[in-house]
């Protein structure tokens, strides 16, 4: 016999970073069950937060081309750029930026190593 808990699929919501034309806002993408991109609604974004998230995305963004032999030249700045990347999910993390959307996972992924290099739960 089954109980109710194992019956009930559990939803996983994830919020991932990345410097990605995929990416809805600037490089978050938030995503529910694996599959089904959920809207950011930017508004509720702090401006101060949105424009840093903004200026990370647009130095990141030009390196979404390249290969990683070639990313390999640029590692000294995908470095510092991944350390703010990661600064901003910790932000969007501790200060419960999405707390409305039930989010299980806080994901960075750093373009220019091509995986991901934090998580949070």
């Given at each position: 016999?089954?109980?109710?808990?194992?019956?009930?699929?559990?939803?996983?919501?994830?919020?991932?970073?990345?410097?990605?034309p995929f990416?809805?806002?600037?490089?978050?993408?938030?995503?529910?069950?694996?599959?089904?991109?959920?809207?950011?609604?930017?508004?509720?974004?702090?401006?101060?937060?949105?424009?840093?998230?903004?200026?990370?995305?647009?130095e990141y963004?030009?390196?979404?081309?390249?290969?990683?032999?070639?990313?390999?030249?640029?590692?000294?700045?995908?470095?510092?750029l991944d350390?703010?990347?990661?600064?901003?999910?910790?932000?969007?993390?501790?200060?419960?930026?999405?707390?409305?959307?039930?989010?299980?996972?806080?994901?960075?992924?750093?373009?220019?190593?091509?995986?991901?290099?934090?998580?949070?739960?």
């Amino acid at each position: 016999m089954k109980t109710i808990r194992e019956n009930k699929m559990e939803t996983e919501i994830k919020l991932t970073l990345a410097a990605e034309p995929f990416a809805k806002c600037y490089g978050i993408l938030i995503v529910e069950n694996g599959d089904y991109m959920i809207e950011i609604e930017q508004s509720k974004i702090p401006t101060d937060f949105l424009s840093r998230l903004k200026k990370w995305y647009e130095e990141y963004y030009p390196y979404v081309t390249m290969g990683l032999k070639e990313l390999e030249s640029h590692r000294e700045h995908t470095e510092k750029l991944d350390k703010v990347g990661i600064e901003l999910v910790d932000e969007i993390h501790k200060n419960g930026m999405f707390n409305d959307l039930n989010i299980n996972r806080y994901i960075y992924y750093s373009r220019g190593i091509d995986k991901p290099i934090l998580e949070l739960n």
